[in-house]
């Protein structure tokens, strides 16, 4: 009998779930609850290609989790059936404790809740969903998945900025990474697709949020977010990269607090501070009605991913593949068309016909044989990245 693995993604006000065979892949149900808390919460449950949607008041995660195992029972596949041997949990900061899977216990769960200062917006709400779904599926292990622990083990080069030693140490202030998860199962899936261990790759998981990364020989070198999500790319609404003296400045002469700053930075920049909408849909659209913002927006993404590029394969010294994924880079052939236009000279050629497909949920290459560089874009699955962790512990 084949064996599933619930994935939960717990966040502030909403639960995200898969059932997935991790052998095959397969994803047998999924759904999320949201507006946790709200006078009234939604719940969607999909399955067998059909979906329910539940509203009602939903006041906490233990009644959202309770809601979701009743509705496998009710709409199936019921988890009883579905021998669900573990439950696999996102949880995006995981410091400097764990640099892959660890089974839940009450020690893990005290670390996650000692690493909330890092992880502010995400690890509580991760805690309130690992607390409710230990209790209810009482009977299968537990696994936390951390999308830091791929970068675990970047060289101190890459991870240790060039703070005062004692001010970082004591505050813990580092290069933790983020996407993790998703770096590492795509840039294992194309080493499989190429048949080669030994590749230099660049990852690009461009997003809402969006990361590179590079990767050689499996292990992460190094990658774009930092101390936080919000370092690197221009994302849809994150400044990415920008200079830390523009803290100051704001605080002295824009009179704005720290909060302010944090929602400006995280909130209300990239696509979003820029041209007003943080879908690339739309921003291309007003790129077609000729708006400059958003004209110059888009040169501004493409720039940054550019630097990237180009700082990454300095830091491999080469590049064998380049990877996009999530869904930006697995959706959007114009912005992967305008940065490889500009990778020619280092001598990668796509093929813009196989560029142009889209909608197509299928790994595919893109490059030509007489590329130097094998292109890719490959879908990523988060969800069974984290399933396949998981059940290494059933
Ligand atoms: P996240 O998980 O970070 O929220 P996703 O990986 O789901 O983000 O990517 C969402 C983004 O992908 C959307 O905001 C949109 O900008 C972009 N996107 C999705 N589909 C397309 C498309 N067909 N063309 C261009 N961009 C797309």
Redesign the pocket.
């Known amino acids: 009998m084949s064996k599933t693995v619930l994935v939960i993604n717990s966040g502030s006000s909403s639960i995200k779930y898969a059932l997935l065979d991790p052998d095959s892949g397969e994803s047998l149900a999924s759904g999320i609850v949201e507006k946790i808390g709200n006078p009234v919460g939604t719940i969607t449950h999909k399955h067998d290609g059909e979906k329910f949607v539940v509203e009602e008041p939903v006041p906490d995660h233990g009644h959202g989790l309770k809601e979701v195992l009743r509705l496998f029972e009710e709409k199936g596949p019921s988890l009883h059936e579905a021998n669900v041997v573990a439950v696999g949990h996102r949880v995006v900061q995981g410091g400097r404790f764990f640099s892959g899977p660890a089974l839940i216990d009450d020690s893990v769960v005290q670390t996650i809740s000692d690493l909330i200062p890092l992880g502010p917006l995400h690890n509580p709400a991760h805690l309130k969903g690992i607390n409710v779904a230990r209790e209810l599926l009482s009977e299968v292990p537990h696994v936390a998945v951390f999308d830091t622990a791929f970068f675990q083990d970047l060289p101190e080069e890459a991870a240790r900025y060039a703070l005062n030693r004692e001010v970082a140490d004591k505050y813990s202030i580092r290069r933790y990474g983020a996407h993790g998860t998703s770096h590492q199962f795509v840039s294992q899936e194309i080493a499989k697709l190429t048949g080669r261990d030994d590749l230099k790759q660049i990852v690009l ?6 990361s590179v990364s590079a990767v050689v020989n499996g292990h992460a070198v190094d990658t774009s977010m930092g101390l936080t999500p919000l370092e690197g790319l221009m ?2 609404s994150r400044t990415g990269d920008i200079d830390p003296a523009a803290v100051f400045h704001l605080a002295r002469v824009g009179g704005m607090d720290i909060e302010q700053i944090d929602q400006l930075f995280n909130r209300e920049s990239g ?1 979003k501070g820029l041209v007003g909408d ?7 659209k007003k790129c077609e009605a000729g708006d400059q913002n958003a004209i110059d927006a888009i040169d501004i993404y493409i720039h940054r991913l550019l630097k990237y590029v180009g700082a990454y394969t300095a830091v491999m010294g080469g590049l064998d593949a380049l990877t996009f ?11 992967r068309q305008r940065l490889l236009d500009r990778l020619a000279y280092m001598g990668i050629v796509y093929d813009p016909k196989i560029n142009e497909i ?2 197509d949920p299928h790994p595919r290459k893109i490059s030509t044989d007489d590329s130097s560089v094998e292109v890719f874009v490959y879908p ?1 699955n988060e969800e069974l990245a984290i399933a396949r962790q998981a059940v290494t512990f059933a």
């Open positions: 998981h461009l997003g809402n949020g969006a994302m849809g696509f943080n879908d690339m849909r739309e921003v291309w994924t999530a869904g930006i880079g697995e959706n959007d052939s114009l912005v889209i909608r990523t």
